[in-house]
């Protein structure tokens, strides 16, 4: 056996390296050969996920192009599948504490201080300060609901500023407000936030406002398109 080989072989299942990531893609390959495929199929598929010395003879012969397009053909869904299953992992490897998916109402100063100071350190909170009736209020709260179904990790939150017993510190000259924390700190503080787009605007401009700041965490990962490729196939 030569040394390459036996390198890639003696490598552990989690090695992270170029060398490692091509033994978990052809282990991946192999172990996911439908049974039903053809016998010749399959031992072309193994002799190709599964190189050795013994092999040799039959590597080095001359393809027909009648087994290049079946190799080829399955390994364009092998690769998908296996893009897919990776994705997915990595997600959830990634995914942490509660999911919100929508606006929370504050009802007190008290209320207020328990969310910043209690929630998962790893959980961004977003609270908007409004009051009824203050331009740009009613228009961030819509916004607001929209970026809470698309960023469920993050817990965005609104209060009436009257209801945050400092109605004085929080006048209409500085509404809306938004302010966002992280593991109790104050790392945004926006005042009149409305100020910084259009008067019409809509949630990916907060968006785009907030992402600017690096407050936004990456969107949830979505597999429609290749469950829909999938969909598409003819096995």
Known sequence: MS????EEEELPANFTGPKGVI???????LDSVDQNVPQRKRELLRQMSNPRDDDKERQNRKMSAQEYELIQNEDERCLKRYRKQCMQEM?????FGPKF?????LESGEAFLEVIEKEHHLTPVVVHIYQHGVK?????????DCLATEYPTVKFCRIDAVATGAAERFSSEVLPTLLVYKAGELLGNFLAITKNFNEEFFATD????????????????????DDEDDAGEVE
Request: hydrophobic fraction near 30%; include cysteine; proline fraction near 2%.
């Open 91 to 95: 997600h959830e490897r990634l995914s």
């Open 101 to 105: 998916e929508c606006v929370h109402e």
């Open 206 to 225: 907060v968006e785009a406002f907030l992402n600017e700041y690096g407050l936004l965490p990456e969107k949830e990962f979505s597999a429609c398109a």
């Open 136 to 144: 740009g209020c009613e228009q961030m709260n819509s916004c607001l």
């Open 3 to 6: 040394s390459v080989n036996q």
């Open 23 to 29: 033994n978990d893609w052809r282990r991946y390959k």
